[in-house]
C-alpha cells in the first residue's frame, strides 16, 4: 500500500503564481523526500527533511513537515513555466530504512 | 554528477520471453533500486540491494528476479513477461541508508504484447 499520497492530484497555475501541494503518510518516518518528474523522465530529487526538522528551503522551494499530523507540504513560490511536471513525496519509513515508498504524485501545469 | 544509465529507453517483448533489464551507476553507491511506475499508482518498489549479491523483496517482486554481481550494476530480470508487466521501469542508487536521495535513470518503458 502506498505511504505516502498527494493533494491534490493535479494543479494549474499562472508563471509568478505559488503552487502548494501536500503529502500525507501513515507510520512513522526517518525523513521525508520530494521529488520532481518531468514527463517521461527520470525522476530527480528537490529536498529531504529529517523527522526532527520542522521547515527546510532550497531557492524557491519550501518543505515543511509536521510529524503529529503526518504530514508534509511543498511551496513552489514565483512559479515557472519550467516548473511544470509531476511532483512526489517519499517517506523513508522508520521500519524499513533507507527504502522509499513513493505516493501518485502531483501533476503540476504553469502557463506562461 | 551521479550517472545511472538504463540499457533500453523502449522495449517491446512478446508474452512468455525473458526480459533483462540493465541499470549501471558510476559513483559507488552502496545502493540500487527497482521501481516500476504506472499512472496512478506512483512508483513501486520491486528490488532492492544494499550490497553485491544481496537482494531484498520490495512490495510486489511476483514475477521479477533481480542480480547484483558487480557493485555498479543491477539488474532486473522478468521470467517470462506477461502483459501486466507492461509499465515504465525505474532503477535508482542511493549512497547508504541513512538519509539519502535517490538518483534515478530516466526509464525503460517495456511493452508486453
Known amino acids: 500500500s502506498q505511504q505516502g499520497e498527494e493533494d491534490p492530484q493535479a494543479l494549474s497555475i499562472q508563471e509568478g503564481e505559488n503552487a502548494t501541494m501536500n503529502c500525507s503518510y501513515k507510520?512513522?518516518?526517518?525523513?521525508l523526500q520530494w521529488y520532481r518528474q518531468n514527463s517521461g523522465r527520470g525522476l530527480v530529487h528537490l529536498i529531504l527533511?529529517?523527522?526532527?526538522?520542522r521547515e527546510k528551503h532550497s531557492g524557491r522551494l519550501r518543505v515543511t513537515l509536521d510529524t503529529s499530523k503526518k504530514s508534509s507540504s511543498l511551496l513552489i513560490t514565483a512559479s515557472r513555466a519550467a516548473d511544470t511536471a509531476s511532483y512526489f513525496c517519499?517517506?523513508?519509513?522508520?521500519?524499513?530504512?533507507?527504502?522509499?515508498?513513493f505516493g501518485a504524485g502531483t501533476q503540476v501545469v504553469v502557463t506562461p | 554528477d551521479v550517472k545511472v544509465t538504463q540499457s533500453s529507453r523502449y522495449l517491446v517483448k512478446r508474452t512468455g520471453e525473458k526480459v533483462f533489464l540493465e541499470c549501471v551507476q558510476d559513483?559507488?553507491?552502496?545502493?540500487m533500486f527497482w521501481y516500476r511506475q504506472d499512472p496512478g499508482l506512483g512508483l513501486r518498489l520491486i528490488y532492492f540491494?544494499?550490497?553485491?549479491?544481496?537482494?531484498e523483496k520490495g512490495d510486489i517482486p511476483e514475477g521479477y528476479s533481480v542480480s547484483r554481481e558487480k557493485k555498479e550494476r543491477f539488474s532486473l530480470i522478468l521470467e517470462s513477461a506477461s502483459t501486466n508487466q507492461t509499465s515504465m521501469y525505474l532503477c535508482?542508487?542511493?549512497?547508504?541508508?541513512?538519509?539519502?536521495?535517490?538518483?534515478f535513470g530516466n526509464g525503460t518503458r517495456l511493452t508486453v504484447t
Open positions: 507510520t512513522s518516518i526517518n525523513n
Open positions: 559513483m559507488d553507491h552502496e545502493n
Open positions: 535508482a542508487s542511493s549512497f547508504n541508508r541513512g538519509h539519502s536521495p535517490l538518483h
Open positions: 517519499a517517506t523513508d519509513r522508520a521500519d524499513s530504512w533507507g527504502k522509499l515508498q
Open positions: 527533511i529529517r523527522s526532527n526538522e
Open positions: 540491494s544494499y550490497d553485491v549479491k544481496m537482494k
